[in-house]
């Protein structure tokens, strides 16, 4: 499910793409989360009331951030909706 408004404002980690697990050939397991992390405040516009712009970022290090936006919003989704977290 696509990231909304209501939760781009209040959630402070969000999913990228699908989270799987993957099975090795001996019977282990191995989860696949891609997590991005908030950077700072969802940007809201009045002339725009559907629009939003959440920075984050990926990593502990990084120094390029992205934004979820309408756009990409369906990429995202949040921890509260992970089918491995949720």
Same mark, same amino acid.
């Given at each position: 499910?696509p990231?909304?408004?209501?939760?781009?404002?209040?959630?402070?980690?969000?999913?990228?793409?699908?989270?799987?697990v993957?099975?090795?050939?001996?019977? $282990?397991?191995?989860?696949h989360?891609?997590? @991005?992390?908030?950077?700072?405040?969802? %940007?809201?516009?009045k /002339?725009?009331?559907d629009?939003?712009?959440v920075?984050?970022?990926? $990593?502990m290090?990084?120094?390029?951030?992205? @934004?979820?936006t309408?756009?990409?919003? %369906?990429?995202?989704? /949040?921890?509260?909706?992970c089918?491995?977290?949720?």
């Amino acid at each position: 499910m696509p990231v909304s408004k209501e939760q781009a404002v209040e959630t402070d980690e969000f999913h990228y793409g699908e989270c799987h697990v993957e099975l090795g050939p001996r019977g $282990g397991e191995t989860v696949h989360i891609v997590r @991005y992390r908030r950077m700072g405040q969802t %940007k809201l516009w009045k /002339t725009r009331p559907d629009d939003f712009r959440v920075p984050v970022k990926y $990593g502990m290090r990084a120094r390029d951030s992205w @934004y979820i936006t309408p756009e990409n919003a %369906k990429d995202f989704h /949040t921890t509260d909706e992970c089918p491995l977290e949720g």
